[in-house]
């Protein structure tokens, strides 16, 4: 059993910086990769943001220069720094977690509740 919990969401003024973790807990033996993906109203779920267990980095080209996605392999935990806000990024960000439970376990992937940014203009 795996758990995601995130954290940091919020209302903030174009421009402005927002924080989000996700904390992955549970019987885990290794995580692969850990992303951010967002979905905005009547669209569909897009990635934000992903790194693997290597540390490389993919972004969408919409947040590029503009966000930054790390991890904290010992707490099983990544981030994504958002600064200069736009509007357009109001969205619910969901924490996206590819691993292995255990040495026997396929690779799974889990989801996290999702954690509403809402930007103002």
């Known amino acids: 059993q795996v758990q995601l919990v995130e954290s940091g969401g919020g209302l903030v003024q174009a421009g402005g910086s927002l924080r989000l973790s996700c904390a992955a807990s549970?019987?885990?033996?290794?995580?692969?990769?850990m992303g951010w993906y967002r979905q905005a109203p009547g669209k569909q779920r897009e990635l934000v943001a992903s790194?693997?267990?290597?540390?490389?980095?993919n972004y969408a080209t919409s947040v590029k220069g503009r966000f930054a996605i790390s991890r904290d392999n010992a707490k099983n935990t990544v981030y994504l720094q958002m600064n200069s806000l736009k509007p357009e990024d109001t969205a619910v960000y969901y924490c996206?977690?590819?691993?292995?439970?255990?040495?026997?376990?396929?690779?799974?992937?889990?989801w996290g509740q999702g954690t509403q940014v809402t930007v103002s203009s």
């Open positions: 996206n977690v590819l691993l292995q439970s255990t040495t026997r376990s396929p690779l799974s992937t889990y």
């Open positions: 549970g019987t885990i033996f290794s995580i692969s990769a």
């Open positions: 790194i693997i267990s290597g540390g490389s980095t």
